[in-house]
């Protein structure tokens, strides 16, 4: 029991020993990586029900992400024994690369404490399903939204701190961003961007004490599967040896697929899985957990529903590092944009974001995809890519704030060639490969809507609108865009029970987080997973 305890208590690999956060969930310290399942796109057959167990226990939470995590908590909370399985050899999954909670309805306790007024779910509601084209369960974005700020408070007690004060450019309260409870009196930005990990400490924490058992490096492979009813999980350890678990309920909450590019060429539009250039979540997000339940029969939807952002920056990998860099950070900014042609072609402010579209980032990857070759060159001078300019003109905030290693990372990109620099517009076209000519008169005309502070193409604020004058030049090209999440997975009711194809509910099988359509975000997969816990729980200690 006390190995148990000391394996279930390591902390997360990403515990800031490095600053650049290369080290991440998806690879050990020692460079070791989980070990591999087949990432095919289709479904993951049951797994033969064994002659014995090698663990028994009543809630099985699969994957140790913010939803898992939330999971394992929850069901513990209630009495539960629980087993995590984790593939990778840290918990965390995208929750721990991520920032903050954004709540909606913004009425947790914390907010309620610094005055700021609740929206009510009557006009919010109407606003998030909105913004899925209304191809969500509005039953579970409906319970969702209205349970988030319970989940905040949830969180709260546990131990997580919140920044009081604003965070990355928003307004006090608007996120609800985790700062380390150790250096509290630093604020945000001591963990920026990556300061949701302060969930997954918090989480991991509270399930250790709570004796849940935490399998790292272990991947599960299949759902054991008898009499309609799914009973236990098959898995391997990183030595290759499989395990087979048995428990009365099986929470899925493995992540998404966009790790997995045949998953993402069934189920996506050609158009937009060519215009994918990276993809800014962690390699282990192979959608595992949605294959190995439609193995069973489960349905799905929302598959073909990508989360596309800008970050289609070349020469900065993939992974979380792929968007949280100085190249990338530079192409969200709302200086001159311009395609192939030399030739702007939206407001570079463009819209503000409704529902599950954040904006900025989903827009500018769009208008990028839709352009020759898939190609944007985002413009600065000498001026605009300054960080105290990003901030206080470009009025950059939440991930268009620049993160802390900016400035370091700014001289690192420009070295590399991600950011190219020249002394001049033409010599800039010259690295561009566009033509110098149309690129200089387009830029003398932008010079003039700035100067006269009206923009008549594209109706850019005049606030936004910032000559671009001061040599050296630095331009950042964008080819498509970054996968951000996937939004489709296993189709559930509002106590996060699987469907099957007869629409019925799989019996000792529950989901949460991204394995659920429309679940990916933090606030929903952390709800989701405190919700699948808890009936979970309830349905495991009721046999």
Known sequence: ????????????????????????????????????????????????????????????VVGGGGAGMAAAVSAGEKGAQVIVL???????????????????????????????????????????????????????????????????????????????????????????????????????YSWFPYNAKGFIRVLEKRACERGVRILKQTPATALVFRKGTVIGVAAKTKDGKTLHIKGKVVVLALGGFGANKAMLKKYILPSMFSAIVNYIGLPSSTGDGIRMAQGIDAIVEGMDDVEMWDGGVTGVGDGPMAFYNAATQLVRQKSLTVNKLGKRFMDEDLMHGHGHEIGPFKANALQTARQKDHTSFTIHDSV????????????????K????????DFERRVKAGAIMKADTIRDLAGLMEIDPIILQETVDQYNRYCD????????????????????????VKQVGGALFNTWGGLVTNAKFQVLNKDWNPIAGLRVAGENAAYCASVVYALTSGRIAGKEAAKEAMED
Not at 111 to 135: C, D, H, T, W, Y
Not at 460 to 469: F, N, Q, S, T, V
């Open 1 to 60: 029991m006390s190995n148990e305890k000391t394996e279930a208590g390591e902390l997360n690999a990403v515990d800031g020993k490095s600053e650049m956060l290369e080290e991440l969930p998806s690879r050990s310290a020692d460079g070791s990586r989980p070990v591999a399942v087949d990432v095919s796109a289709e479904p993951l057959p049951p797994a033969a029900v064994p002659a014995s167990w090698d663990h028994e226990t009543e809630v099985i």
């Open 86 to 188: 984790e593939k990778n050899p840290g918990c965390g999954g995208d929750t721990a690369t991520a920032m903050t909670l954004i709540l909606r309805a913004q009425n947790s306790k914390l907010q309620n404490r610094l005055g700021i007024e609740p929206i009510p779910l009557s006009r919010v509601f109407p606003m998030a399903s909105a913004g899925f084209s209304n191809k969500n369960n509005g039953e579970v974005e409906r319970l969702l939204l209205e349970k988030g700020s319970e989940t905040a408070d949830w969180l709260e007690e546990l131990g997580v701190i919140y920044e009081t004060g604003p965070a990355a450019g928003t307004p006090p309260g608007m996120f609800l961003t985790p700062v380390n409870h150790e250096t509290p009196d630093d604020g945000y």
């Open 384 to 399: 605009t890519v300054k960080k105290d300019f990003l901030i206080n003109k470009f009025d950059a905030m939440a991930c």
């Open 401 to 408: 704030y620049p993160c802390r290693w900016y400035d370091r």
């Open 452 to 475: 006269k502070g009206e923009d008549p193409e594209f109706f850019k604020p005049a606030k936004y609108l910032i000559p671009l004058k001061t040599p050296p030049f630095y331009v």
